[in-house]
């Protein structure tokens, strides 16, 4: 790495999923391979194909944030608030020992507070504008995550919201990682929040075929990589990671989980929905993240793909690391974590990026679940149904979204 950038490390934490709530209960069901799939419960999904999805369970915002405050919030905003509070403290920081004006927040989203937003359109049709509550303004547009991360937390900073898709999380992990390599912040909440099993949204995705449908068995019904995969399952949740200038971080002896090293976005220019089956935007994705790290592709230890178990994407994603690695494409282990914690849309990036941030602290790789007949040209090392115990250095988060929008983070273990 150049010698002369800002040098940014990962010192804090936060989830809220839907295989915990806690980063120690995240990661333990993640490597058992316990699914949060289950029927939904959020609105009546008996005239739908695909009736199940992972909700977070036992989830009260009450219990971690003003109950007044939560009821004004739309979920996607009270999952991003408590899981950068969580990583805030995670990270040992305060108010008061930190230099507000030098932290800034990333929040990623794909649909923001569309749950509030569609029950507002409902009261408007049905009762007219004067029974709409005010408050749906803060939920109404995706700038609000952010901007109640930045009140809740009391930090002046830049709080700005990205939206690239399913790529979202990713990306906004890169624009800190960027902030604090220019010199602009010394510390960045960076992640992503979604709240998007809406009945809506469920039926655009049912209508489009893209989601799993083994209704009788939730936890085996996602497939990535597998010849009977017919899609994936909608989660919700949120993800954020304290980054830090390494100095900052040493100088108050901060934990330190992994370093980020580079970054890297690219755009297909395809289709408005599809991939291109030869994935050019996955490989210079990874092409040009590698090249920021200052890294070889043979360095590489483990990828978190993206892996969405559509009849497309895991070839695709496939081809592309292949395509990339070469021949060290068969020595990389390679997992597909969504089956255990459903697709989370704009937020898959942030928490599969902690996924990686985890597998190098911790030392051991999450399976990829319910892969029993690996597809046609599927034959990579995707740590079938067992965690794997493995000193990984430098790990690598794949993301595909809508119109082409890919991302690549690299995280390497710090002081290797």
Same mark, same amino acid.
């Given at each position: 790495m150049d010698s002369t950038k800002r040098r940014v490390v990962i010192t804090g934490i936060g989830v809220l999923a839907p295989n915990g709530l806690s980063v120690d209960t995240f990661w333990e069901s993640l490597c058992a391979g316990k699914s949060g799939a289950a029927p939904i419960t959020h609105f009546d999904a008996s005239k739908l194909p695909t009736r199940i999805a992972c909700e977070l369970k036992n989830f009260d915002p009450g219990d971690y944030m003003d109950p007044k405050k939560a009821k004004r919030l739309d979920p996607s905003l009270q999952f991003g608030v408590i899981a950068a509070k969580q990583a805030f403290t995670d990270a040992g920081l305060h108010k008061d020992n930190v230099d507000p004006t030098r932290v800034s927040i990333f929040e990623g989203t794909s649909v923001g507070g569309m749950r509030s937003t569609l029950e507002g359109n409902l009261v408007y049709l049905e009762k007219g504008?004067?029974?709409?509550?005010?408050?749906?303004?803060?939920?109404?547009?995706?700038?609000?995550?952010? !901007?109640?991360?930045?009140?809740?937390?009391?930090?002046?900073?830049?709080? $700005?919201?990205?939206?690239? +898709?399913? !790529? !979202? /999380?990713?990306?906004?992990? /890169?624009?800190?990682?960027?902030?604090?390599? =220019?010199?602009?912040?010394?510390?960045? @909440?960076?992640? +992503?929040?979604?709240?998007?099993?809406?009945?809506?949204?469920?039926?655009?995705?049912?209508?489009?075929?893209?989601? &799993?449908?083994?209704?009788?068995?939730?936890?085996?019904?996602?497939?990535?990589?597998?010849?009977?995969?017919?899609?994936?399952?909608?989660? =919700?949740?949120?993800?954020? $990671?304290?980054? =830090? =200038?390494?100095?900052?971080?040493?100088?108050?002896? &901060?934990? @330190?989980?992994?370093?980020? $090293?580079?970054?890297?976005?690219?755009c297909e220019a395809y289709h408005s929905v599809a991939q291109n089956p030869e994935g050019p935007g996955i490989f210079r994705a990874m092409q040009k993240a590698l090249r920021a790290a200052n890294m070889r592709p043979d360095e590489v230890h483990y990828i978190n793909a993206h892996a969405s178990a559509t009849e497309s994407n895991d070839l695709v994603e496939t081809r592309a690391i292949k395509r990339l690695f070469r021949d060290h494409a068969r020595r990389l282990a390679i997992s597909g974590t969504k089956p255990v914690t459903g697709h989370?849309? /704009?937020?898959?990036? +942030?928490?599969?990026? $902690? @996924?990686?941030?985890?597998?190098?602290h911790r030392g051991v790789i999450p399976p990829t679940i319910n892969l029993t007949e690996p597809e046609e040209g599927c034959d990579l090392d995707y740590v079938p149904g067992v965690a794997r115990s493995y000193p990984v250095k430098v790990a690598m988060n794949l993301n595909a979204g809508f119109g082409g929008k890919n991302s690549c983070l690299i995280l390497k273990q710090f002081g290797s």
């Open positions: 504008y004067r029974a709409m509550s005010p408050f749906g303004l803060i939920n109404a547009y995706c700038g609000g995550g952010s !901007s109640e991360i930045a009140l809740e937390l009391e930090l002046p900073g830049r709080a $700005v919201t990205i939206c690239t +898709a399913c !790529s !979202s /999380g990713n990306d906004a992990i /890169g624009f800190g990682l960027q902030a604090i390599r =220019e010199d602009d912040s010394d510390i960045v @909440i960076a992640g +992503a929040t979604e709240a998007p099993i809406v009945g809506g949204y469920v039926g655009i995705f049912s209508a489009a075929k893209s989601l &799993a449908r083994g209704n009788d068995d939730p936890q085996t019904a996602m497939k990535p990589f597998d010849r009977k995969r017919d899609g994936f399952l909608l989660g =919700e949740g949120a993800a954020f $990671v304290v980054l =830090e =200038e390494l100095s900052h971080a040493l100088a108050r002896n &901060a934990r @330190i989980y992994a370093e980020v $090293v580079g970054q890297a976005s690219a989370l849309a /704009g937020g898959a990036g +942030a928490l599969e990026s $902690v @996924i990686c941030a985890l597998a190098i």
